[in-house]
């Protein structure tokens, strides 16, 4: 059972976490990055391992702090907090969507904490402009959506209101729909790191030539994707391989961005026998 914790410091993190019957350590980031952990928590919570699922700053029930302190850099503090409070040397990472690029960034910058790393729903190269070309299904369904940045919504109302005009494109199983917007009612939206983005002075947590600086580091990797994904393209995941000697893949065929959703059972199965051999 998931419990509550915060770790006090500037900011303050909202961690939920749980103990487990392995001596391993999974640290889960969410995306967004103006969402919080709870879109994450099923089915990652049936794990065996202990869990840590922190809000990042300005997220959820974390502290807010002043605009030019949301940067990945000030991200990569903090999990370092959170680990020390739960007394963890090294941890499994998986970061989902914009957590996935936190997660690589994460590795690379400190190497000794981290024992393994899993890639869902996210890439390490960057996505070039062409890459969901001829993806007429992906065209038709953005074009329907509407986009709340244009309104006179707050930051935060835009992110909220984003999330459910992505729900078509994020989720692809129709029988998983209802559960996601469930989840999406759930969450504590913000508008932080919406707000840097806007004034055009957001730093991407994205390292140049990640994937050979994860590659050197010679720790386990998993590409954890769906086949659907229509924000980060399952076409870098073969190229990501070539680059990256210990990094394997489960490429979901009916998920989409929200892979842990749509193929819950698969998700949880890659992810357990991963930890169980990486």
């Known amino acids: 059972m998931l419990r509550d914790r915060v770790v006090p410091g500037g900011p303050e993190i909202f961690v ?12 889960a980031i969410h995306g967004g990055p103006d969402w919080d952990h709870s ?3 099923d089915p990652l919570e049936r794990l065996d391992c202990r869990l840590l699922m922190p809000d990042l700053r300005g997220c959820g029930r974390s502290g807010r702090v002043p605009e030019e302190e949301y940067h990945p850099d000030g991200i990569m503090r903090d999990l370092v907090r959170v680990l020390d409070a739960f007394g963890v ?7 989902h969507s914009y957590g996935g690029m936190v997660a690589q960034r994460f590795a ?10 899993i890639v869902s729903g996210s890439s390490v190269l960057p996505v070039p ?3 969901f070309a001829g993806w007429t299904e992906r065209d038709e369904i953005l074009a329907r959506q509407e986009d709340p940045w244009q ?12 999330a459910f005009a992505a729900a078509s494109a994020n989720i692809r199983r129709a029988e998983a729909m209802p559960g996601y917007l469930r989840r999406l009612e759930e969450i504590r939206f913000g508008g932080e790191w919406a707000r840097p983005f806007l004034a055009g002075s957001l730093v991407s947590p994205r390292l ?3 994937a050979q600086r994860i590659a050197a580091l010679g720790i386990p990797v998993l590409l954890l994707h769906g086949r659907q994904d229509m924000t980060f393209p399952v076409g870098l995941v ?3 391989l070539e680059l990256i000697p210990r990094a394997r893949a489960v490429v979901l065929e009916e998920a989409g961005h929200m892979v842990h959703v749509d193929e819950p059972a698969g998700y949880l199965s890659a992810v357990r026998e991963f930890l169980a051999t990486g």
């Open 16 to 27: 939920a976490w749980q103990e487990g019957t392995t001596d391993r350590t999974l640290l």
């Open 39 to 41: 879109y994450l928590r």
């Open 89 to 95: 040397e090294r941890v499994d990472v998986l970061g």
């Open 108 to 117: 690379i910058t400190h190497p000794s904490r981290v024992r393994s790393l």
């Open 129 to 131: 402009p062409d890459a």
């Open 151 to 162: 309104s006179n919504l707050s930051p935060e109302e835009c992110v909220r209101a984003e």
């Open 208 to 210: 140049p030539d990640a």
């Open 238 to 240: 073969e190229p990501t």
